[in-house]
C-alpha cells in the first residue's frame, strides 16, 4: 500500500527532475527544454507534497490536480498551511495546459523560477511534518 513516505519521494523525484535539468540544460545544450515541461514537473511535486500530507494524516483525497482544492481539504481538516504556501494554487495551471502544445501559454524563466521557489518552500514544509 502507497502511505505517505512513498508520496514524499515522488514529490522530490518531480521536483529534482525540474530543477536539474534546467541546470544540465543551460550547461549541455543552451536551452532545448521548454520552461512549461519544467513547470509541469513542479506542479507535480507541489501536488503530491500535499497529498503525501493529507495521507500521512490519513484523510481521504479525491483524484485531482487542482492545488488549492488540496490546500482546502488540509484546511477543513485543522492543518494550518503557511501563508508563503497559498500561492501554490496558481501551479494548477502547469497540470495539464502545458501539456498540449496547441493550449501553451509560452513560460517564461522568471515564471519558472517563481514556480519552482513555491515549489521547494512546500516540499521542505511537507517533508518536515511528515518526519516529526
Avoid at 490536480?65 to 498551511?81: A, C, F, M, T
Amino acid at each position: 500500500m502507497v502511505n505517505a513516505i512513498d508520496w514524499i519521494k515522488r514529490a522530490k523525484s518531480n521536483l529534482a527532475i525540474a530543477k536539474n535539468i534546467y541546470e544540465q540544460e543551460l550547461e549541455a545544450f543552451g536551452g532545448e527544454i521548454f520552461f512549461e515541461e519544467l513547470c509541469f514537473e513542479i506542479q507535480q511535486s507541489v501536488e503530491k507534497a500535499f497529498k503525501a500530507l493529507l495521507l500521512f494524516h490519513n484523510i481521504e483525497f479525491p483524484k485531482t490536480h487542482d492545488i488549492d482544492r488540496l490546500i482546502k481539504i488540509l484546511r477543513i481538516n485543522n492543518i494550518e498551511v503557511p501563508e508563503e504556501m497559498l500561492d501554490a494554487g496558481m501551479l494548477t495551471q502547469y497540470a495539464v495546459r502545458t501539456r498540449y502544445p496547441d493550449d501553451i501559454r509560452k513560460i517564461t524563466q522568471e515564471e519558472y523560477i517563481e514556480a519552482l521557489n513555491i515549489a521547494e518552500i512546500v516540499y521542505n514544509w511537507a517533508k518536515e511534518q511528515i518526519e516529526q
